[in-house]
């Protein structure tokens, strides 16, 4: 089984709908990430958690919301969505401070179309 | 705050050849540096990592990189590919000290050619 999981793999959707994409964890990391993945522009942050108790915005998070409902799972909201939202979205985790040097450990995506 | 540039978005190359993914870097702290590897409709893997020490890193499937600190730049190179080298190649920066989150360069699409 992988070690981070993203559920669903493809989603296709309508604009207005609300969309959530979940991740789960069997690392034992603290800290969960949400990316976005568009060609050409690489992957962006859209929010990020360094424990249960705490959620930060990254560079892109007008649109979406997050909740971190326990240790191993984040789960990205989308309240009503948007085609320029269709996106390849990337949940990841990675070690707690004190061993953390930024390496992030990916879960396999989740494709999403807004139509 | 950090940033990535990768400066070729697509490399194209004949199989066994040498190859060269540029990549520079932007910061004013002390940073570790990251390939991360996107084959077709998979996640990222690690390739490999310069956290200290030795500026030459070798990573998975032969792959290597360069630190160089003046020139703030983290190259990877392979000296023969194979077709199965096939993949988007993201290089990515963070922050040795505060709160380390991962700055990904734009990807370089490496296609081998038989």
Redo the contacts between chains.
Sequence with gaps: DAD?TQTPRNRITKTGKRIMLECSQTKGHDRM?W?RQDP??????IY?S?DVKDINK?EISDGYSVSRQAQAKFSLSLESAIPNQTALY?CAT?AHLGT?????F????SRLTVL | AQS?T?LD?QVPVFEEAPVELRCNYSSSVSV?L?WYVQYPN?????LL?Y?SGSTLVKGINGFEAEFNKSQTSFHLRKPSVHISDTAEY?C????VQG?????????TRLTINP
């Design positions: 981070v990430y990316y050409g522009l690489g992957l962006r942050l990020y360094f990254g990337f990675s953390n040097t930024g390496e992030l990916f879960g396999e995506g | 990535v990768q978005s570790y990251f998979q996640g990222l893997q690690l990592k956290l993201f990515a920066v963070s922050r709160a380390q989150k991962l700055v990904f360069g734009q990807g």
